[in-house]
């Protein structure tokens, strides 16, 4: 692999302009399409083969929804304390407010609270519902702005209004103040590590190309793939991440090259052939894991994993062809003042400097410092991840909705008023679909079901069936006494399922419980219930990739087991943060509960391909060194002392841009911010940087050994370029001379 790679950055670089063209080419061809396209729906989860799902399939056929029903909003009135809402004056207010939507554009019906008896028992709260004939995303301003009005005509006339539902709903863009403090974050390590605004510039030149490419395509697939909101964040905040850190990898390597005396086209190679195995290895482990993350059954999680693995795809095809171009186009600039100034005037070639004195770098230093006491520093770092770990025993699994909405949004209060007028399940309804087609008596079927529910601890009310148009189908709303994440609405779910079963069984009738609520516990059942089993794939994954990889059997044992700490950890911060509610508020975090069904998988498919490449880019070296006869210790020191600075900076650029996404208000973007941020910070700065060196240590020659038999069936993917030597197109006069001084590793 390293030849053919070698081979497409010569070529990269020879052929720089027609790769630019190229890249720009599919730059404008991917806004173009999503300026074309239409915008594409927030869809709803699904969850096939659950009861949730069924239900809904079942909903769906026998009462067809109207072409015309859409998006819907709930007006919520407040009286003032001590007054009620059916009192005259305040009564008037809230028709007159109501009247003021009569007849309004894409409006399709708005109920009357009096007349539906949607009134608190006190009086105060009343809530009136507005079908709209669109859905949310295709709702235009003048209409939201209508809904906006009405409400302030209600809230002038001395009542508290506010406004839930999904009309005011809209799609999450990214480019706030946090993702741009991220960005410029990443701008600055860069600078400081490669010591070049060309090659920092460069770096993010190609991320930010990559990055549009992939948003850009999803925008223009988002209505035929049904792609939201949420994967087209995820791919930005992927590609942003993965893009400038393979980069970094492959112009550090460039870099190093031309200090050694490699002309700049035979640099770019070399570049792309040793760098950028690293970089195709890494990028294809973040592809396997996203794409695996299909195998979950959940539509959207599918979306979100082929969303992100095309974006991390992008990336890395950016990075072996545009970044070795570019080199080309920018010539010495990409190279640190330091080299600039030792080079001879004209000559294109560094001098022959001798090693430079004096105190070695931060991560020489370090490495050092680890082998000298790798007992002390594996155990405290094994003991601090494991106690970060800890509130992982916690977890609970959900789904977020307008309970955990900041408190001030209308959205929010809305659902707050309801809670308080009605009782906390009222914004979580649970709904019983009861199939009578096969049941010899429907009316006395659907009698007994009725019965048996109400007869249900935990149930407030329980409403009036309605039968399908050929009588073969009913369904009623059951309203809990509890709030819809709350571990007894839980509880509820299935004492109702479990009560229903004995009528279904004696009547012949199909009896499903369904709902939003019932939906989001189906769906974080089915989550937790797959966490184990995608872990397992991803670790026997990992340890056989690092097999083909190292040829050592113990060095993927030790990465896996070091995976599974870092995963463990950041779940222990997102349940501390998101449950728990520890440090919420300094990370801008106002609601806590459980954390999201789906954070989990991801953070895991995610993160696994993130700690390959640490992994990857610091053990590379360390074999490379091993394998040409460095001892074991020697060959820590030269990986931290090749690699360390550039692995630390790329950690800390991704986890600030992770981080930079942590200040949107989705509560799907917060988690995956928080979670990532920390998982990556946890397996570079920890694991890869602490554990692995001492665990290195403490094995020796061990941590390199490879049984006989796997010796000879194991593929050689040559990922440090081995092959380089014999396939090089020019001699290297001077490769014993040591690196010029580009910077303390």
Do not use: C
């Amino acid at each position: 692999m390293a030849t053919f790679l070698y081979r497409i950055g010569r070529w990269a670089f020879r052929r720089r302009r027609l790769v630019g063209g190229v890249w720009l080419g599919a730059l404008v061809l991917a806004v173009v399409a999503a300026a074309v396209a239409p915008a594409g729906e927030e869809e709803d989860l699904s969850m096939p083969g659950t009861e949730s799902q069924q239900a809904f399939d079942l909903l769906d056929e026998r009462f067809p929804r109207s072409n015309s029903q859409g998006a819907e909003a709930r007006l919520v009135f407040r009286a003032p304390d001590g007054q009620r809402v059916t009192a005259g004056e305040h009564r008037a207010a809230v028709e007159d407010t109501l009247g003021s939507l009569d007849g309004g554009e894409q409006i399709a019906s708005a109920t009357d609270p009096y007349a539906t008896g949607a009134v608190s028992e006190d009086g105060t709260i009343a809530y009136s519902t507005i079908t709209y004939t669109a859905d949310a995303v295709d709702l235009t301003e003048a209409t939201k702005s209508a809904l906006q009005d009405a409400a302030d005509r209600g809230r002038d006339a001395g009542l508290t209004v506010e406004i839930g539902g999904s009309a005011l709903e809209s799609e999450e863009s990214p480019g706030g103040t946090t993702e741009i403090i991220g960005v410029l974050v990443a701008a600055v390590v860069l600078v400081l590590t490669l010591g070049s605004l060309v090659a920092a510039g460069l770096s993010l030149l190609t991320a930010f190309l990559g990055v549009a490419i992939a948003f850009g395509l999803v925008s223009a697939l988002a209505v035929p793939l049904g792609l939201t909101s949420t994967v087209a964040v995820l791919a930005l905040m992927l590609g942003l991440a993965v893009g400038i850190d393979y980069a970094l990898f492959i112009t550090s390597r460039f870099r190093d090259e031309r200090a050694r005396g490699s002309e700049p086209e035979e640099a770019a190679g070399r570049a792309v052939g040793t760098a950028g195995s690293a970089v195709v290895f890494a990028g294809a482990t973040v592809v396997i894991a996203l794409a695996g993350l299909g195998v979950v059954g959940i539509p959207e999680l599918t979306r979100i994993g082929m969303g992100g693995a095309g974006a991390v795809f992008l990336a890395v095809l950016v990075a072996l062809t545009l970044a070795p171009a570019l080199f080309g186009f920018f010539g010495r600039r990409v190279l640190s003042r330091a080299v600039r100034k030792a080079t001879r005037p004209g000559s294109g070639r560094p001098l022959p400097l001798p090693p430079a004195a004096g105190r070695p770098g931060l991560g020489t230093r370090w490495a050092r410092f680890v082998l000298r006491r790798p007992v002390a520093v594996l155990v405290t770092a094994v003991l601090g991840l494991g106690a970060v770990a800890l509130p992982a025993l916690s977890l609970e699994l959900g789904l977020p909705g307008d309970e955990s909405k900041p408190v001030e949004t209308t959205q929010r209060r809305a659902y707050d008023l309801l809670s308080e007028g009605f009782g906390p399940g009222f914004n979580g309804p649970l709904t019983v679909v009861v199939d009578t087609s096969e049941s010899a008596d429907p009316r006395a079927t659907t009698d007994l079901v009725v019965k048996t529910v109400r007869s249900v601890d935990g149930v407030a009310s329980v409403g009036d069936p309605v039968l399908s148009r050929n009588k073969d189908t009913a369904v009623f709303t059951t309203v809990p006494q509890t709030a819809p994440n709350s571990g007894e609405t839980k509880d509820l779910v299935h004492a109702l399922r479990g009560a229903v079963s004995g009528v279904a069984a004696d009547t012949d009738a199909v009896v499903l419980v369904t709902g939003t609520t019932a939906l989001n516990i189906d769906i974080s059942e089915a989550m937790s219930d797959a966490l184990i089993p995608y872990l397992t794939v991803v670790i026997g994954l990992a340890v056989l990739l690092l097999l083909v990889v190292f040829r050592s059997v113990l060095v993927p044992v030790k990465a896996a087991l070091g995976f599974l700490l870092s995963v463990g950890a950041a779940f222990g911060v997102l349940v501390a943060v998101f449950q728990w509610g520890w440090a919420a508020d300094l990370l801008g975090i106002e609601q806590t509960g459980p954390v999201m069904s789906l954070m989990p998988i991801l953070v895991i498919g995610i993160v696994f391909g993130l700690a390959m490449d640490y992994e990857v880019f610091l053990l590379t070296r360390m074999r490379e060194a091993y394998v040409h006869g460095a001892s074991p210790g020697e060959a820590v020191v030269n990986g931290f002392r090749h690699s360390g600075r550039v692995v630390a900076a790329a950690a800390i650029i991704m986890t600030s841009v992770f981080a930079g996404f942590i200040g949107m208000s989705s509560p799907t973007i917060q988690t995956m911010g928080v979670g990532l941020a920390f998982a990556v910070a946890f397996d570079a700065f920890v694991v890869r940087m602490a554990i692995a060196p001492a665990v290195l240590a403490l094995l020796g020659h061990r941590a390199w050994w490879l049984p006989r038999i796997l010796n000879r069936v194991l593929p050689n993917v040559d990922i440090e370029g081995e092959a380089l030597s014999r396939h090089a197109t020019a001699p290297r006069p001077d490769a014993a001379v040591p690196p010029l001084p580009v910077g303390r590793h």
